[in-house]
């Protein structure tokens, strides 16, 4: 499928996604997110497709943020509407079954802020900066930044990070929790295709099941998630990946995986 405002390619079992306005940093409009849509949904049907990068183009920016100029012009119902599309777009691509990660290259800001907490991982270069600085428009985060931020780094940071409006550089995301390394801005979008690269290579079921558990489960008690992992571990051995892969670490050879 073309798309207008992304580059999508596919190799070695990894699919890469960029955002492809760099005049715009990269910002996300309705568009945008419409083709971010129809990229997600063609990456879930694509069985040779094991993970998912997804990064900015240019130097300067991941995303930074939604499209203000188009924004500027939304009535409140309007911006009902395009909050509901962006929440659409990143419930999607967190309920992908394979792993999704950020390469964040520049500014992930706002809305590209918001976008890097829907992936699983977060791979940030040396000039990366994270921030939701909405309150600078006299503005909230939109896409989901008061909530995901605040799981993934908690309540006290989140509300210095989207009240203050503050930016932080990569190595004070690290330290968060926004990012999980910081590499050189040369080597970022082979270290993150790397890790894709090594996900894809393990048994796509036991992938699937591994993302959903973990992301069900943050939202119950430890006794309810348990439960659901005990699930999810007996269900796994009704299939073709499980025998696979346990016939092949006893015959001491590399699994074949069929994704059954």
Same mark, same amino acid.
């Not at 993150?192 to 943050?218: C, D, E, M, N």
């Given at each position: 499928?073309?798309?207008?405002?992304?580059?999508?390619?596919?190799? %070695?079992?990894? #699919?890469?996604?960029?955002?492809?306005?760099?005049?715009?940093?990269?910002?996300?409009?309705?568009?945008?997110?419409?083709?971010?849509?129809? #990229?997600?949904?063609?990456?879930?049907?694509?069985?040779?497709?094991?993970?998912?990068?997804?990064? =900015? $183009?240019?130097?300067?920016?991941?995303?930074?943020?939604?499209?203000? +100029? +188009?924004?500027?012009?939304?009535? +409140?119902?309007?911006?009902? %509407?395009?909050?509901?599309?962006?929440?659409?777009?990143?419930?999607?691509?967190?309920?992908?079954?394979?792993?999704?990660?950020?390469?964040?290259?520049?500014?992930?800001?706002?809305?590209?802020?918001?976008?890097?907490?829907?992936?699983?991982?977060?791979?940030?270069?040396?000039?990366?900066?994270?921030?939701?600085?909405?309150?600078?428009?006299?503005?909230?985060? =939109?896409?989901?930044?008061?909530?995901?931020?605040?799981?993934?780094?908690?309540?006290?940071?989140?509300?210095?990070?989207?009240?203050?409006?503050?930016?932080? %550089?990569? $190595?004070?995301?690290?330290?968060?929790?926004?990012?999980?390394?910081?590499?050189?801005?040369?080597?970022?979008?082979?270290?993150?295709?790397?890790?894709?690269?090594?996900?894809?290579?393990?048994?796509?079921?036991?992938?699937?099941?591994?993302?959903?558990?973990?992301?069900?489960?943050? %939202?119950?008690?430890?006794?309810? +998630?348990?439960?659901?992992?005990?699930? =999810?571990?007996?269900?796994?051995?009704?299939?073709?990946?499980?025998?696979?892969?346990?016939? #092949?670490?006893?015959?001491?050879?590399?699994?074949?995986?069929?994704?059954?």
């Amino acid at each position: 499928m073309p798309f207008e405002n992304l580059i999508v390619e596919v190799a %070695d079992g990894v #699919a890469t996604v960029t955002v492809n306005r760099p005049k715009q940093l990269n910002a996300l409009d309705r568009k945008t997110l419409e083709e971010l849509s129809a #990229a997600i949904d063609q990456i879930g049907r694509d069985r040779a497709v094991r993970a998912l990068v997804i990064t =900015g $183009a240019g130097d300067k920016a991941f995303v930074a943020g939604a499209d203000i +100029a +188009a924004m500027s012009r939304l009535g +409140a119902a309007e911006a009902r %509407d395009f909050a509901a599309l962006g929440h659409r777009v990143f419930a999607q691509l967190e309920a992908l079954p394979v792993v999704t990660i950020a390469a964040v290259n520049g500014f992930a800001l706002g809305g590209g802020c918001e976008l890097t907490l829907a992936c699983d991982l977060v791979y940030a270069s040396e000039r990366a900066r994270f921030g939701q600085p909405e309150v600078n428009l006299g503005l909230v985060p =939109g896409f989901g930044g008061t909530q995901r931020l605040t799981r993934r780094v908690g309540p006290m940071r989140a509300k210095e990070l989207v009240l203050t409006g503050d930016m932080v %550089d990569a $190595a004070t995301a690290k330290a968060m929790g926004l990012c999980l390394e910081v590499v050189a801005p040369e080597k970022l979008l082979e270290h993150a295709r790397g890790k894709a690269r090594t996900v894809a290579s393990r048994g796509p079921v036991a992938v699937a099941t591994a993302k959903r558990l973990i992301q069900q489960g943050a %939202d119950l008690s430890l006794a309810e +998630a348990n439960g659901l992992e005990r699930q =999810g571990f007996a269900g796994l051995f009704g299939g073709e990946d499980a025998k696979e892969g346990m016939r #092949a670490f006893l015959e001491k050879r590399p699994p074949r995986w069929k994704g059954i």
